[in-house]
């Protein structure tokens, strides 16, 4: 079975285990990890914390659009939201919503430097 993951992966396939793990595959020479499911939880985690009053300012790394609506809610009970973004994955639906946002390529390359 192993091995058939292992030929599914070079050919660019994504899998996963039976916990749902997802392994890396390789795309044009980068790899890429994808997590499914992680946007709900992310979600509840933003919109709970608000209600409990955790935290002023949430940082959300992600270029997905579909946090909008969360962020809005989070932003009426009064709560800041920043986005950090990377180039490959903005959403600038996301960036218009949050109250700031971050370019995270620019860090790493600043980092690197």
């Known amino acids: 079975m192993q091995s058939q993951i292992?030929?599914?992966r070079k050919e660019g396939f994504n899998s996963s285990d039976s916990q749902g793990?997802?392994?890396p595959?390789?795309?044009n020479e980068k790899f890429v990890f994808e997590v499914k499911g992680d946007d709900v939880n992310l979600a509840v985690d933003l919109i709970s914390g608000a209600y409990e009053n955790l935290y002023d300012t949430a940082i959300i790394v992600s270029g997905d659009e579909?946090?909008?609506p969360a962020i809005k809610k989070v932003q009426k009970l009064g709560k800041?939201?920043?986005n950090a973004y990377f180039k490959s994955s903005s959403s600038a639906a996301l960036k218009k919503t949050c109250d700031d946002f971050i370019y995270m390529n620019k860090i790493l390359k600043?980092?690197?430097n």
Do not use: A, C, E, P
């Open 21 to 23: 793990y997802q392994y």
């Open 110 to 112: 600043d980092i690197k």
């Open 80 to 82: 800041k939201v920043i």
């Open 66 to 68: 579909d946090f909008v």
């Open 25 to 27: 595959w390789n795309l």
């Open 6 to 8: 292992n030929k599914f």
